[in-house]
C-alpha cells in the first residue's frame, strides 16, 4: 500500500475507535504528561520510521493522556465539541493544502469562504456586506476588529496608525465592560492600547448603560473605542445593546462585541431578544470552535465596513496575485494559513437554519436542566440567572465547593471547571458541545450528587 494511504488508513482506525470510546471514557485523562513523554520515548531517533508506524506509536501512547473534550460530558471552561461533516471536512482541509491567502490560487476555497460569510452574517443578523475574517479563534478575532477600530477612529482623528505608528498620535480611549474577557485586554495589549478602562457591570455582568454614558460624557473628543459583551463566562450575560451601541454612536466611538459564544443566540429566536441591538455595532469577534462546534482552530472576525479592516490587515506583495476586490488575505493577521472557511461551511450545510438554531436551544435546555438539577442539591445555590448556556453554583461555602469540585473530576463521569465568581469559588458549567443528550446531563447531575454525597435520585 502507498505509504500515505497505509498512515491515514491507521489515523482513520484510531480516530474511530477514540470517537466510540466517548460515550463511556472517563472524561478527564488517566496518564500525565511524564507517563506520555516515557511511552513516546523522549528521544529524536536518529533514521526514518514508517508513517503508518509513527501514527500508530504516537495515537497509542497518548491515548490514555487524551481528555473527552468531543464528548458529551465535558461542561469546563468554554469549548466545543465536533460536528461531523466539520470533522471529515478537516480531514479534507489537511489533505487538500491549500494555501488561502489569495482568491486566485485556490478559487475553490474564496467561493466557499464567501459562501460561509454570507451564511454567518444571514443567521448571526449582522449587516449584509459587512467583511468576515476567518481567525484562529475568538482572541485574534478580537485583535482583528479592534485593530480596525484603532485604525479607523485614529484616521478620523487624521492620524495614520500604518504609517506613523502609535508614538506622538493622539490618545485612544477604550472602555469596556467590568466583567469583560481576559481575551479582549490581550487583544488591546497587543494593539498598543494598554488595559481598558472599566465601565461597572450588574451583579450578572452585564455593562450598566448609565454608567458608559457618564463615562462618555466625561471624556474629550478624542478617538473611542467601547468593548460590549456578548455572554459572560460566568453568568451568560449579555450587555444591554440597544442603550449601550447608543450612547457609544453618539459619542462618536468605534463599537465593538465579543461575542465568542454568545453571538450564536441570534440564531435561535428564543434567545435572540438578549442580541437585541447588538447588530447596531461596527465589529463582532465570535468563534466557531465554540457554539458551532467545528474542530480548532476557527474564529471569526466580523466587521460592518469592509474598508475599513482592509485597511488594518490587507498587504500587497509584488510576488502575490492579487484581486480587485480583495483576498482572503485582507481580512486576518496570517499570510499562510488553512482552509478554516471549508468546515464552517460544512458545519452550516449538515446543519442548516433550523440545524443551528436547534443545536443552541439544546445547549440553552441542558443548562436550564443543569439549574434546575443542582438548585435540588441539599446547600447547593445556582448564582446567576440562567438565560442560557453558563450555570455557576456554589454548595455552601468556599471550602465545600472546591470539594465538590475535586471529587466530581477523580469521578470522572463529567469534566465541570470551578472559578471565582463575585469573591467566592463556584462550579462553573458551560454547555457547548452539539452531541451532549438528555442523558449526559442526567448521567453528570447524579454524579454531582455522589460529589456533594447526597444519594442519587430516582431511577
Ligand atoms: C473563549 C472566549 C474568548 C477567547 O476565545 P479563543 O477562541 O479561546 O481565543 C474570548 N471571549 C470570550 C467571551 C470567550 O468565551
Known sequence: MDPREAALRKAYDHAVRWLASLPDRRVPARADAEAIVRALGPDLPDGPGAPAEVVDLLATACEPGLTAFPGGRF???????????????DWLVSAWDQNCVMRAASPAYAAVEDIAGAWLLDLLGLPRGGSVGFTTGATTANFTCLAAGRDEVLRRAGWDVARDGLQGGPGVRVLAGASRHMAVDLALRYLGLGSPEPVAADDQGRMEA????RALAGGGSGPVIVVLQAGDIHSGAFDPFTESVRAAREAGAWVHVDGAFGL????SPRHAHLMAGCAGADSWATDAHKTLNVPYDCGLAIVRDPSALRAAMGERGDYL??????????????????GRAFTVWAALRS????????????????????????????????LNDVVFTQVCAEFGDDERTDRVLARLLDDGTAWISGSTWHGRRVMRISVSNWSTTDDDVRRTLDAIRRAAGTPAQGP
Not at 210 to 213: F, M, P, T, V
Not at 321 to 338: A, C, F, M, N, Y
Request: include cysteine; charge should be negative; proline fraction near 4%.
Open 210 to 213: 448609565g454608567a458608559l454614558r
Open 351 to 382: 446543519l442548516g437554519r433550523s440545524g443551528v438554531a436547534d443545536l443552541v436551544e439544546r445547549l440553552c435546555r441542558h443548562a436550564a436542566s443543569f439549574a434546575a438539577g443542582i438548585a435540588a442539591v441539599e446547600g447547593a445555590t445556582v
Open 75 to 89: 461542561f469546563g471552561f468554554v469549548v466545543g465539541g465536533t460536528e461531523p461533516a466539520a470533522l471529515a471536512t
Open 264 to 267: 450564536w443566540a441570534a440564531v
Open 321 to 338: 496575485i492579487q484581486h480587485e476586490h480583495g483576498d482572503p488575505i485582507d481580512k486576518v493577521p496570517e499570510l499562510s494559513r488553512r
